[in-house]
Nanobody, 121 residues
Framework: QVQLVESGGGLVQPGGSLRLSCAAS????????MGWYRQGPGKQRELVTAISSGGDINYADSVKGRFTISRDNVQNTTYLQMNSLKPEDTAVYYC???????????????WGQGTQVTVSS
């Protein structure tokens, strides 16, 4: 089995910061990409940012310059530093990992349980 465990969500005032963490554990051969998605109230889930095993990163336009993703390939962990938070960043944030469980297995997506981020005064 593979587990993605997120932490770090909460309530923050506009302009504030939060740091999310996501640790992958279990039967893992190799992790290709790790990333963060979010789903706001009444909205579809959207990609926030993702980082490849080689360090290539992409960000949604709405978070560029404010959010920073990083990754520890040894610990199979990814972090999302969120600065200058806005009310529209309010959402459930989900960690994603695209990985293989075995050397000759297929790549598949795995998801965390989600962590709530609320930006409000």
């Amino acid at each position: 089995q593979v587990q993605l465990v997120e932490s770090g969500g909460g309530l923050v005032q506009p302009g504030g910061s939060l740091r999310l963490s996501c640790a992958a554990s279990g039967s893992i051969f190799s992790i290709y990409s790790m990333g963060w998605y979010r789903q706001g109230p009444g909205k579809q889930r959207e990609l926030v940012t993702a980082i490849s095993s080689g360090g290539d990163i992409n960000y949604a336009d709405s978070v560029k310059g404010r959010f920073t993703i990083s990754r520890d390939n040894v610990q199979n962990t990814t972090y999302l530093q969120m600065n200058s938070l806005k009310p529209e960043d309010t959402a459930v944030y989900y960690c994603n990992a695209n990985l293989k469980r075995r050397r000759f297995g297929l790549r598949a997506d795995y998801w965390g349980q989600g962590t709530q981020v609320t930006v409000s005064s």
